[in-house]
């Protein structure tokens, strides 16, 4: 009598052929479930930029609602609350009556209105983009101011009949991008912005 064991004995040559089927399926499903986590992770870092870098931006409201003057005089703590919105004469935000000078551009012309933090230090600017005609009149406007001396090398950005900023021109603004500085904090940044906007 012969004794069976339970498992089949050694065979020699050529081990049979396994199929590759379940292998390569897991391969594959690694490679997607791989591309998908990058993908998911480019998308989170992008999301997570901590550095704020700009506010919504938009254009005034009203072509007529904002107004860039010169400055022709200016005294500093003269309105005391008070609003002379006679002729040429406006009250600033900060207490300073402005005497101004015509008005070079007014609002129409203003296609972008921004606040953003500055790329050189953490404070932050607001930008005004112009159309073609804003950006010829401006750059007649600075060119003529830049070599002036305070006040009379300000524009006066006035919105109603009031002066919301008066900033100096440091050179001639030619290219239809407009800059302005101050120390300002985001919160700064943005009133002055949705000022502007009206």
């Given at each position: 009598m012969s004794q069976q064991t339970p498992y089949p004995g050694p065979q020699y040559g050529v081990p049979p052929e396994r199929s590759r089927?379940?292998?390569?399926l897991v391969v594959v499903l690694g490679l997607v479930l791989v591309a998908v986590l990058a993908t998911a992770t480019v998308l989170i870092l992008r999301?997570?930029?901590?550095?704020?870098?700009?506010?919504?931006?938009?254009?005034p409201a009203a072509a007529g609602s904002v107004q860039f003057r010169?400055?022709?005089?200016?005294?500093?703590?003269?309105?005391?609350?008070?609003?002379?919105?006679?002729?040429?004469?406006?009250?600033g935000t900060d207490g300073t009556r402005y005497k101004l000078g015509a008005v070079e551009l007014d609002g129409s012309h203003v296609s972008e209105v921004k606040a953003a933090q500055s790329s050189n230090d953490p404070t932050w600017v607001v930008n005004l983009g112009l159309d073609e005609?804003?950006?010829?009149?401006?750059?007649?406007?600075?060119?003529?101011?830049?070599?002036k001396q305070p006040p009379l090398n300000q524009v006066a950005i006035v919105v109603g009949d009031r002066v919301v900023s008066a900033p100096s021109v440091n050179?001639?603004?030619i290219a239809?991008?407009?800059q302005i500085y101050g120390n300002f904090t985001q919160e700064d940044a943005e009133k002055l912005a949705a000022d502007i906007t009206g």
């Open positions: 089927g379940p292998v390569v999301g997570r930029d901590d550095k704020p870098t700009a506010a919504a931006g938009s254009k010169p400055v022709l005089a200016a005294e500093p703590n003269a309105c005391n609350g008070s609003s002379p919105a006679a002729g040429e004469l406006r009250c005609t804003g950006t010829k009149s401006f750059s007649e406007l600075t060119t003529e101011l830049t070599a050179a001639p603004i239809g991008q407009v």
